[in-house]
Nanobody, 122 residues
Framework: QVQLLESGGGMVQPGDSLSLSCVVSGGTSSEYAMAWFRQTPGKERELVAAISQTSINTHYSDSVKGRFAISRDNAKNTVFLQMKSLKPEDTAVYFC???????????????WGQGTQVTVSS
């Protein structure tokens, strides 16, 4: 069973940048499509960004398009989420997720990390 461990969360000010990392263990990351989700209390989980196994395809929610970038380094079994021009509404717990097929745009990922808190506040 693949395990996912997120890091890089924290508190920043509006307009700042922040980068999240997700290390994949217990499996070969290149076999999985990867994604970042976020969730705030009382709201549904949102698919923020996703990337295919070979990085050919990416998918972004409209709310982050142009500000966030997902990437991966399969040699290091790591997926990244670079976030720029952060807004207070980006505040959430961010989760890393994996799936074994190509449907990166779906939200039914099978493996999940524990999440890392991102807070954007002045």
């Amino acid at each position: 069973q693949v395990q996912l461990l997120e890091s890089g969360g924290g508190m920043v000010q509006p307009g700042d940048s922040l980068s999240l990392s997700c290390v994949v263990s217990g499996g070969t990351s290149s076999e999985y499509a990867m994604a970042w989700f976020r969730q705030t209390p009382g709201k549904e989980r949102e698919l923020v960004a996703a990337i295919s196994q070979t990085s050919i395809n990416t998918h972004y929610s409209d709310s982050v398009k142009g500000r966030f970038a997902i990437s991966r380094d399969n040699a290091k079994n790591t997926v990244f989420l670079q976030m720029k021009s952060l807004k207070p509404e980006d505040t959430a717990v961010y989760f890393c997720a994996a799936r074994g097929d190509y449907r990166i745009w779906r939200d039914d990922y099978t493996n999940w990390g524990q999440g890392t808190q991102v807070t954007v506040s002045s």
